[in-house]
């Protein structure tokens, strides 16, 4: 059974202070994938990491893909309040590049 | 680029009926989608794939005469909800398939709460 499992499940952090979010899969996949959600709103694409050693960074966000360890992480660098959203992972598997998602972060930044 | 329609936005029905759900992609086509559930509070279940012009592919534990697909153009799958009862009750989010397949496109998502 192919598992995905971000850690921690919830995050209440200061803003201004840094902290990463981890995501293991239990299956083979080059291909990774980060959203932001927000209550009651689909899915927005954060980031999308394609091969091993991949490091992409958008603003206060970093994420990278370690495709040996099955690990992918989402770092947030001085955090503010408008970073408050769930953040989910995806693993895509297969040729036809289904989409497995981990279990959520809910994460709440305290001015 | 890359926008996805879902219509309705929000739907309330009663235990028994059957709902329709709309997705399409505007301004690409795609061969390739996806139907997606989410209950509150918890992450996003993949319920099938689906390629234009054949049967989709439900995953384990997904009741494909319960949840209907039909997929009949490059921009437009519909997924019916049969005889829903409110353990049905759930945020339903559709995606298409992007170029090489490298990604997902994913829609607004349809809220769904059966009484």
């Known amino acids: 059974e192919l598992k995905v499992e971000q850690n921690p499940l919830f995050l209440s952090m200061q803003e201004g202070k840094n902290y990463t979010i981890y995501c293991n899969y239990s299956t083979t996949s080059d291909r990774l994938y980060w959203y932001r959600q927000d209550p009651g709103k689909s899915l927005e694409s954060l980031f999308v990491l394609l091969s091993n050693g991949a490091v992409k960074q958008e603003g206060r966000l970093m994420a990278s893909l370690d495709t040996k360890a099955r690990l992918s992480t989402l770092h947030i660098t001085a955090a503010v309040h408008d970073l408050s959203a769930t953040y989910f992972c995806?693993?895509?598997?297969?040729?036809?590049?289904?989409?497995?998602f981990g279990t959520g972060t809910s994460l709440t930044v305290i001015p | 680029g890359a926008v996805v329609s879902q219509h309705p936005s929000r739907v309330i029905c009663k235990s028994g009926t059957s709902v329709k759900i709309e997705c399409r992609s505007l301004d690409f086509q795609a061969t390739t989608m996806f139907w997606y559930r989410q209950f509150p509070k918890q992450s996003l279940m993949l319920m099938a794939t689906?390629?234009?012009?054949?049967?989709?592919?439900?995953e384990q534990g997904v009741e494909k005469d319960k949840f209907l697909i039909n997929h009949a153009s490059l921009t437009l799958s519909t997924l019916t909800v049969t005889s829903a009862h409110p353990e049905d009750s759930s945020f339903y989010i559709c995606s298409w398939a992007g170029a090489k397949q490298e990604t997902q496109y994913f829609g607004p998502g349809t809220r769904l709460l059966v009484l």
């Open positions: 995806a693993v895509a598997v297969g040729s036809g590049n289904q989409f497995y």
């Open positions: 689906s390629n234009e012009g054949s049967k989709a592919t439900y």
